[in-house]
C-alpha cells in the first residue's frame, strides 16, 4: 500500500505518522521523500487497514493499494531512478557506467594490465570472476580468495571499483574487504538464502536475471534483498534460455524498457553471456545502450583464444577500445554519456 502525502508535509509529521501506522497495523514503513512527491510505503500485511479512514488523515492526499508482490523494488514505492554511489561514480545517473574484464581472474599480471587498458577505453568498473560456478565441475573454478586479492591490488592500481561473483553466503566477509560491488549470478539468482544474507549488507549488489526466470521473479529475488535492508540493487540482464540456439543466450532487449516502468532500480546488461561470441557483443551492446540500460558489463581478455574460461564472447582490449568509441554517440543519441 501506498500513502501519497500532501504537499508541504514536514519530516516530524511523516515521523509521527509512520510510528502511528507501525504500532496500529504492524506494517514496515518506508518514507520517500521525492522531488515533487512525498509517498509513504506500506510492507506487511495491509489486509486490515482502513482505507477511507486513513484517507481522513489530514496530512495524507491519497492512498494506492499496490498489486504486484514487489513492493520496495516497485516503482510506485519510489518514483525517482535510484542512484548508486560506488566510489566516486553514480550508477543509474545519466552517465551510462561499463563494467569490463575477464570472465576470471587469472593472474595479478593479467588483471592489473586489463584494468589499465580497460580504464583508459572508459570503463569506470573491474569486473573479474574468482569464485566460478561452472556448468562443469572439470572446468576451471577461479582462483577464489587469491582472485579477489589481485582484483583488490588493481583497484589499488587504476583506482577502478571492483565487481565479483559470490557464490555462497561463507564468502561474505571476504567480500566485504575484497569487493566494492558484489555479484550474484543467474545459476544464483533464486539462492534464496544467499540473497537473505546480502540484504543484511552495506554493499551493492549486482543481481543477474536466471536463464528462465520472468522479470516478475527477478524482482521478487530483489525484494528478498532489499527487505533485509539493503536497497543498493542493480539488476542485470544476461540473456534468457529459448529455443534459439545460434546464440548462447536470448538478449531479452524488451526487458529494460518493461523494468524502467516497473522498478526504479538501475538496470545492467551482459551483452557477452548473451551472445557467447565476441563478433555479437558489440552489436548487443548498443542496442541495450538505445534502449536505455544504465550500464554495461563486458567480458575483455588479453588472450581470448587461451582465456581459461569464455574465451569465445571475450572482446580483445583493442576490441573493447573501439566498442565504447561506437557506443558514445548512441549513449548521446538517448540523452546519455559514457
Ligand atoms: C559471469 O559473469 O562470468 C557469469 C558466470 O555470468 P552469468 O551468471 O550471467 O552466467
Ligand atoms: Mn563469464
Known amino acids: 500500500m501506498i500513502l501519497i502525502l500532501k504537499q508541504g508535509t514536514d519530516h ?6 509512520c510510528s502511528r501506522l507501525q504500532a496500529a497495523y504492524g ?25 477511507s479512514s486513513l484517507e481522513m488523515d489530514d496530512s495524507i492526499e491519497r492512498v494506492l493499494k499496490v498489486q504486484e508482490p514487489y513492493k520496495r523494488a516497485n516503482r510506485k514505492f519510489h518514483p525517482d531512478d535510484t542512484v548508486i554511489k560506488v566510489g566516486n561514480i553514480e550508477i543509474g545517473s545519466q552517465r551510462i557506467c561499463i563494467a569490463a574484464g575477464p ?20 570503463a569506470v568498473l573491474l569486473r573479474g570472476g574468482a569464485f566460478k560456478p561452472r556448468s562443469s565441475p572439470y572446468a576451471f573454478q577461479g582462483l577464489k580468495a587469491e582472485g579477489l586479492l589481485y582484483m583488490k591490488k588493481a583497484r589499488e592500481q587504476t583506482g577502478l571499483p571492483v565487481v ?33 544474507e546480502l540484504g543484511r549488507v552495506r554493499k551493492p549488489i549486482l543481481l543477474k536475471r536466471g ?34 540456439t545460434s546464440t548462447r543466450n536470448t538478449l531479452d532487449i524488451s526487458a529494460i524498457p518493461v523494468l524502467k516502468r516497473l522498478t526504479h532500480l538501475p538496470v545492467f546488461v551482459d551483452p ?17 545502450v538505445a534502449a536505455g540500460a544504465d550500464g554495461l558489463i563486458i567480458e575483455v581478455h588479453n588472450d581470448p583464444k587461451n582465456a581459461l574460461s569464455d574465451g569465445a564472447q571475450s572482446l580483445t582490449p583493442t576490441a573493447f577500445n573501439q566498442l565504447v568509441a561506437e557506443l558514445r554517440p548512441i549513449a548521446e543519441a538517448v540523452g546519455r554519456t559514457i
Open 12 to 17: 516530524q509529521k511523516v515521523d509521527e505518522l
Open 27 to 51: 506494517v514496515q514503513t518506508s518514507p520517500i521523500f521525492g522531488s515533487s512527491t512525498i509517498i509513504v510505503g506500506l510492507v506487511g500485511d495491509t489486509s486490515d487497514i482502513d482505507i
Open 103 to 122: 570472465c576470471s581472474v587469472e593472474s595479478e599480471e593479467q588483471v592489473k594490465m586489463l584494468a589499465r587498458e580497460v580504464s583508459a577505453s572508459g
Open 164 to 196: 565479483s561473483e559470490i557464490t555462497n553466503p561463507s564468502q561474505l566477509e571476504m567480500f566485504m574487504e575484497f569487493v566494492d560491488i558484489i555479484q550474484v549470478g543467474a545459476r544464483n539468482m533464486q539462492n534464496f538464502e544467499l540473497l537473505k
Open 211 to 244: 536463464f528462465s526466470n520472468t522479470i516478475e521473479e527477478w524482482l521478487m529475488s530483489a525484494e528478498y534483498i532489499m527487505s533485509g535492508g539493503n536497497s543498493d540493487v542493480v539488476l542485470c540482464e544476461r540473456g534468457i534460455r529459448t529455443f534459439e
Open 272 to 288: 557477452s553471456h548473451a551472445a557467447g561470441q565476441a563478433a555479437l557483443v558489440p552489436a548487443l551492446a548498443k542496442a541495450a
